[in-house]
């Protein structure tokens, strides 16, 4: 049983499914269904309302039709019963029979007996409309006083009861009803199909330029399309259609001119872009020993300073040794001749500990700028990452320039805060002080007899993981114009006069790419320049240079 239920639900389902897929792939099935159904609705509509007015009326009229009835009845059947005539009753009920709506009377004396029946009535009964009126004892005259209540009334004897029934009135109510609904019906189905008609007479064309789009849309553009002699909107659709037809082969032979250009285009393009890679290659290794150069240069005029430097030092102390050599001599001379006196010997041993502790001063200060020249050259050359200092690795890289601005009035102004300890590539760093620090003294402070100021600060940020360091200057300034393009490789406002145009390029790359910062620059003509960089305290791993990094730990 439950199965046979679940079939028939999904039987049925099934249909409204295949109804509703009907009324969305046609348009003719939804035009006729957006209009016959509200037209069914509302002769439905029409039939119900007619029922139920009508069934309204035909009750009311009944019963005021049984009402007037026992009200004539009463006074007449009122006597019979008070003189126990049952004949006389039965004949004033008698002619009731004839009524069509008639069922039955029952006059009922006052104790609750029947004093007479006529005709099939009884409460049980349904469809029923019951009257009933009291009978009262005739006043003196021998005239009925009438219903209880009215003026003059006597004693109440009994009750008349008046059966009618409704089944004559709803007969001709159903016949109304079916009337109705045929005539809608009739007028339903005309509309439908007038309505088809009209729409079929749409629909049909629309239908094949719809299948003659749907074959365009394939490709299929040497396609016949149906001809429409109409000057209506399906006419013009079909021309319409036609015309797009022809601009569809057209534009379908242009795309295909332009796809055996693209195949030329696209060999020239493989062609030039085998060429230009292999240029870019060229480009990429010769910047690569531009970059190499300029570090190179750098680390030179680096070298040739600490020399100069070192020079003092160490011709310091080979003029103590020589002197010192000299002295030696002297008194090996005076102790082979024998001639060694106390004075003597406190006096060259005097000698001899001036000259020791202006050798071994000279010698350590010596030690000391090649052991700084060979910490900054080893990070400024390698990749090496470790932890550092910021303001250690920032003086070393001052003092070991200082000797190349040594002529210069330009003054550098060291403001770092102790304590700001990096894990970060210290070389890479160096290369971008000493960047910036020859790009001021080289356009900022062309003119060799100004004076002014290079200043290095640093602030470690709020977070406590980032550290901002300002590298500026009071020169020259930068031209509005030149802003945008200062760190563009190659770009130099001395090309040809001995800037290679990579200097602040360089900056840039290392900044943002190894070092994990931003950078940014201020200028104005005559107040000068201002490079700002935030950098991480930490920066970020990264496989160019932790696929060979050791991390080195700084001294405590």
């Known amino acids: 049983m439950q199965g046979s239920s679940a079939r028939g639900a999904s039987a049925v389902s099934g249909a409204f499914a295949r109804i509703g897929a009907a009324f969305s792939e046609s348009l003719m099935m939804r035009t006729v269904g957006m209009i016959c159904l509200p037209l069914l609705l509302a002769v439905g509509l029409a039939v119900v309302v007619a029922i139920s007015y009508s069934s309204r009326d035909a009750r009311t009229a009944l019963e005021a039709r ?16 008070w003189n126990v005539d049952r004949l006389a009753a039965q ?26 029946r006529l005709g099939d009535a009884g409460p049980s009964r349904h469809g029923l409309i019951v009257e009933q009126v009291s009978l ?13 209540g009215e003026p003059g009334a006597g004693q109440r004897i009994g009750q008349l009861q008046l059966y009618l029934t409704t089944a004559r009135a709803e007969q001709i109510i159903n016949s109304r009803a079916w009337a109705i609904a045929w005539s809608g019906l009739g007028l339903l189905a005309a509309v439908c199909c007038l309505l088809a008609a009209i729409v079929r007479g749409v629909t049909l064309p629309i239908h094949r330029m719809t299948d003659c789009m749907a074959m365009l849309a394939a490709g299929r553009v040497d396609l016949e399309i149906p001809r429409i002699d109409r ?20 534009r379908l032979e242009f795309i295909e001119r332009q ?23 060229t480009l990429k290794r010769a910047q690569n020993e531009l970059i190499r150069s300029e570090k190179l240069a750098a680390l030179g005029g680096m070298v040739a300073a600490i020399a100069h430097e070192i020079n003092t030092p160490i011709g310091s102390g080979l003029t103590v040794a020589t002197t010192l050599s000299e002295k030696v001599t002297e008194f090996q001379a005076i102790l082979e001749g024998k001639e060694l006196r106390r004075s003597v010997i406190r006096a060259y041993s005097g000698s001899f500990g001036t000259a020791s502790q202006l050798l071994v001063g000279n010698l350590l200060r010596a030690s000391e700028l090649i052991g700084r020249f060979k910490r900054v050259a080893v990070d400024q050359t390698g ?32 403001k770092l805060p102790a304590g700001v300890v990096m894990d970060s590539f210290p070389g890479a760093l160096g290369q971008v002080l000493t960047n910036l620090m020859t790009n001021a003294m080289i356009h900022g402070f062309a003119d060799a007899s100004v004076a002014g100021t290079i200043t290095i600060a640093a602030v470690l940020e709020e977070d406590g993981r980032h550290v901002a360091l300002t590298v500026a200057d009071d020169g020259a300034g930068i031209p509005v114009a030149v802003l945008p393009r200062i760190f563009d490789p190659f770009f130099s406002t001395k090309l040809g006069s001995g800037g290679s145009g990579l200097g602040l390029h360089i900056v840039y790359a290392i900044v943002m790419r190894v070092l994990g910062g931003v ?38």
């Open 231 to 250: 000057r209506d909107e399906v006419g013009r659709m079909a021309a319409a259609l036609g015309t797009l037809k022809q601009h569809a082969a057209e």
């Open 383 to 414: 990749e090496l990452r470790r932890r550092f200092e910021l303001d250690v690795v920032c003086g070393e890289v001052v003092a070991m320039l200082r000797p190349t601005y040594r002529h210069s009035p330009v003054s550098i102004d060291l």
């Open 519 to 556: 950078v940014a620059v201020e200028s104005q003509i005559g107040q000068g320049t201002r490079f700002s960089m935030v950098m991480p305290l930490v920066a970020p791993r990264q496989s160019g240079h932790d696929a060979a990094e050791e991390t080195v730990a700084m001294p405590s």
């Open 259 to 281: 796809a055996r250009h693209m195949e030329v285009i696209e060999e020239i393009v493989a062609k030039r872009t085998e060429e230009l890679s292999a240029a870019l290659e």
């Open 66 to 81: 049984a009402r007037q009835t026992v009200a004539l009845l009463a006074g007449g059947v009122g006597d019979a019963l």
């Open 91 to 116: 004949a004033m009920l008698r002619p009731l029979s004839d009524d069509p709506d008639f069922v039955g009377a029952i006059i009922v004396e006052s104790g609750g007996s029947v004093f007479l």
């Open 136 to 148: 009262i004892r005739p006043a003196a005259g021998g005239q009925a006083a009438g219903q209880a």
